[in-house]
């Protein structure tokens, strides 16, 4: 079994900042990619930012000059710094990652439960 955990959402202001944190825990032999997605309300899941074990990260273009991710490959954490948060930001920010376990063939993609973030004055 593999759990991802996020923590860190909130209500927070206009202008405001916030991070994110996630870990990934249980039988795990590697994990390749982790990272962030959201969904606002009405809308669909979209990316936000995903760092890959070497640190190649892959984001949606619009966010990089206000968030910033990070991932401690000891730990299995990956982080969400968020910065100049706005009212569109409002969503559930998930996080996932794409894990292998001992003795399987494939990897597979595990999702956290979700976690409120919203930006409101």
């Known amino acids: 079994q593999v759990q991802v955990v996020e923590s860190g959402g909130g209500l927070v202001q206009p202008g405001g900042s916030l991070k994110l944190s996630c870990t990934v825990s249980g039988n795990i032999f590697k994990i390749y990619t982790m990272g962030w997605y959201r969904q606002a309300p009405g809308k669909e899941r979209e990316l936000v930012a995903v760092?890959?074990?070497?640190?190649?990260?892959n984001w949606e273009d619009s966010l990089k000059d206000r968030f910033s991710i990070s991932r401690d490959n000891a730990k299995n954490t990956v982080s969400l710094q968020m910065n100049r948060l706005k009212p569109e930001d409002t969503a559930i920010y998930y996080c996932?990652?794409?894990?292998?376990?001992?003795?399987?063939?494939?990897?597979?993609?595990?999702w956290g439960q979700g976690t409120q973030v919203t930006v409101s004055s």
């Open positions: 760092v890959t074990s070497v640190g190649t990260t």
């Open positions: 996932g990652a794409y894990v292998a376990q001992p003795h399987d063939d494939d990897a597979n993609h595990y």
